[in-house]
């Protein structure tokens, strides 16, 4: 099992390599999920590449960010840098980035981020689809889940083992760029989970912000379900923390044991809010929650210790060295590496001995000199025929060359092909008026009153049809110009399959026959209930590569993301409908866990924050949480420039309002009204960072 370590800065790539890393993972440039960490520049990447290959160590480059179109030309430059500095691999998050480098850099093999929120089996299934050789799992998923999908996954499966836990699944969150502007989507995560935050009536807290994730003690049993890879995060991490906790993770799994207790008190000491391992275990709730204590030190011996172990070269690489001596041919030295490399060195032919003849014993003593390289010679043989001489000094000479050609062979870059690419135009808005769309929380916001008011389009949650069958069945077909569509849930897992498909009979009992996606991987089950699929903003649209994707994969309308500006939207290629968020409270947080207040409906509490905002909480499926933005997003009197973003939809989204308030907030659209006191434009024309 592979053992991947964070790279955020050319130090750290030394401490984890010297700590005996597998593959490293790095940034370069701006587009990645760590834009604040040193990162490398395109010049410096295949230095670094060479640095990692010389010693057996793959290079994960990653672009794990959702881009826009203005800056998908400078994606294909890097893939194409990427590629030709030879990287083993390059993560992805965005369909659209996914595609062009598959398009424009056919040969980089490409992975999945975490942030692309795979639970499922069909999850990976799609990815593989895409030509993904790899996906980084949810961290969420506990360790029943991982051995399924280890079991039955067609491409190689990757988790984190170690280090920071965020509270929303990956790929999910919008607290941090409703708040600050700054996206996690967009690497510029603020982290305003770590904040303090206060429930109406009780005292503050940090609910929001999880202990660090420890799987020391798993490392040999994720390797016998299949695990490909595990993960160290850390790119923002020190490289004292780099070295110290990758070399602990080393020794562990390298000797499938139990870290000893110095290791123990090594990943504690280099950084730490308290440990869990509570998603693999299943057992999720208050007791995950952590915090690092407010001034604490850093541990200065331990990592000066740390600092003197990545200086030195400790990462030795194994060869075997052969040599010839023999009248009448070349002095010749060749050496063979663990990885099928072979070099060969050919010099001057001997002379005859006039007084001492070179021994076997001489030549292979000559040889094991290798100081000052990488490489240990494991073995060492040399034929010699007696009778002839040969300088020491061409022996030197010869061995150099050989490892000299050993470098260039471990370093070479494999041939790979950079193909033109057709960058997008601008889309072009249909020209008409943009049709509404309604999404209900809870079956009890759906009244006559609102449907009477002519809506396009009413998603409705899965989980409220089971129980309103045939009252849904009768609305269809008592208001034929509205069409209706059950709407997944964001986050399943595969045991959790049965529940939702007896949700999903029932809606196609009903007479549902459109389906409102989260995850590409939620396909195969709409096309198995006959939906059409239309997709959520959970799927990254912001570039027009990802409006291509979702067009070819059959869905029939998609969401924009709601962290783009209108005239990022505006300009996108069209080549399905596009809907926009235009009414109601924006989801920030899809969790695992519970959140204080998670009742639901208009009773449930909110979380708020030190400047007074507040945060409402709602349960999601699957006994999961959700957190919402506090002001609502109102754009009935800016209709016209949704529409000149090329809307065909405009959804208004509920969460606690009552059905008349939800029929009044359909007027209100329909008659372009003014926005309430307290109000948000939401991201549509501040943007984000």
């Known amino acids: 099992m592979e053992l991947l370590a964070p790279a955020g800065s050319q130090e750290a790539l030394r401490a984890a390599v010297q700590a005996g890393a597998d593959a490293v993972y790095l940034g370069c440039g701006p587009l990645n999920a760590r834009q604040n960490a040193k990162n490398f520049t395109p010049e410096e990447l295949p230095q670094a590449v060479a640095y990692c290959h010389l010693r057996g160590v793959k290079v994960y480059l990653t672009m794990n960010t959702l881009l826009t179109d203005r800056e998908l030309p400078q994606a294909a430059r890097l893939g194409a840098q990427a590629s030709a500095a030879g990287v083993d691999a390059i993560l992805v998050q965005d369909l659209g980035v996914a595609k062009l480098l598959r398009e424009s850099c056919p040969d980089v093999p490409l992975h999945g981020s975490t942030q692309m929120t795979v639970c499922t089996l069909s999850g990976i299934q799609a990815c593989a689809d895409l030509g993904l050789e790899r996906v980084v799992l949810a961290r969420e998923l506990p360790k029943d889940a991982l051995k399924f999908l280890c079991r039955h996954s067609p491409i190689a499966l990757e988790v984190f083992a170690h280090g920071a836990l965020c509270l929303c699944y990956s790929g ?24 303090p935050y206060q429930a109406p009536g009780g005292g503050k807290g940090h609910p929001l912000s999880l202990k660090d994730l420890a799987l020391v003690d798993a490392l040999a049993e994720l390797e016998d379900m299949g695990v490909a890879c595990v993960k160290i995060e850390g790119r923002m991490k020190r490289p004292e923390y780099v070295s110290l906790v990758t070399g602990v993770y080393a020794a562990a799994l390298r000797g499938r044991r139990a870290p000893t207790p110095a290791e123990r008190e090594t990943l504690e000491a ?71 490399h072979q070099v060969v060195a050919l010099g001057d032919c001997p002379e005859a001995a006039r007084t001492r003849a070179m021994t076997q014993e001489q030549l292979e003593a000559q040889l094991r000199k290798t100081g000052g ?5 494991t073995t060492v043989q040399a034929q010699v025929e007696e009778g002839l001489s040969v300088p020491l000094s061409a022996v030197n000479s010869l061995r150099r060359q050989a490892l000299e050609a050993m470098d260039q062979a471990r370093t070479a870059v494999p041939p790979r092909r950079t193909l033109p690419l057709t960058l997008p135009g601008k889309g072009v808005p249909s020209g008409q008026s943009p049709k509404l769309s309604l999404s209900f929380r809870r079956w009890e916001q759906l009244s006559e009153e609102a449907l009477a008011l002519g809506p396009g389009l009413v998603y409705l949650p899965s989980q409220a ?22 709407s997944f849930p964001r986050v399943y897992w595969d045991r959790e399959l049965p529940q939702l498909r007896r949700e999903l009979t029932a809606a196609k009992a009903a007479g549902v026959d459109c389906a409102l996606l989260h995850h590409i991987g939620q396909l195969p089950l709409a096309a ?4 059409a699929p239309r997709g959520d903003f959970d799927l990254g649209l912001l570039n027009s590569f990802t409006a291509r994707e979702l067009a070819r994969l059959g869905f029939v309308s998609a969401t924009g993301s709601f962290e783009g500006r209108l005239e990022q939207l505006r300009d996108l290629e069209k080549p399905l409908e596009f809907e926009l968020l235009a009414y109601g409270q924006l989801p920030l947080m899809i969790t695992q866990q519970d959140l204080p207040g998670n009742q639901g409906g208009q009773d449930a509490l909110d979380l708020r924050d030190r400047k007074g905002a507040d945060f409402p909480v709602e349960p999601a499926w699957g006994g999961r ?62 943007g984000v960072q």
């Not at 996690?184 to 989970?193: D, E, K, S, T, V």
Request: proline share 6%.
């Open 465 to 486: 049809l089971e129980a309103h069958q045939d009252a849904l069945a009768d609305w269809a077909a008592r208001y034929p110009g509205t069409r209706f569509a059950v």
């Open 528 to 531: 198995e209930f006959g939906f």
């Open 373 to 377: 390289t990488v490489y240990t010679p």
């Open 625 to 686: 949480s959700e957190l919402f933005n506090g002001k609502c997003l109102w754009l009935a009197d800016r209709q016209d420039a949704l529409a000149a973003a090329g809307a065909h939809w405009l959804r208004l989204h509920f969460l606690r309002e009552d059905a008349s308030q939800c029929a009044a907030v359909v007027r209100a659209y329909q008659q372009g009204d003014p926005p309430p006191e307290q109000f948000t434009r939401g991201l549509y024309y501040r």
């Open 270 to 340: 280099a950084f730490s809010r308290g440990f869990t391992d509570g998603y693999y275990q299943d057992q999720v709730g208050p007791a995950m929650l952590g915090t690092r204590p407010e001034g604490q030190r850093e541990p200065e011996a331990l990592f000066a210790q740390a600092r003197q172990d990545y200086a030195r070269e400790q990462r030795r690489v194994p060869l075997s060295i052969f040599a010839q001596l023999r009248r009448d041919q070349p002095l010749t030295v060749a050496a063979k590496d663990e990885q099928g």
């Open 172 to 195: 999910q969150c919008a607290l941090s760029a409703m708040v600050g502007g700054r996206s996690g989507n967009r690497g510029l995560c603020a982290q305003p989970c770590r904040l």
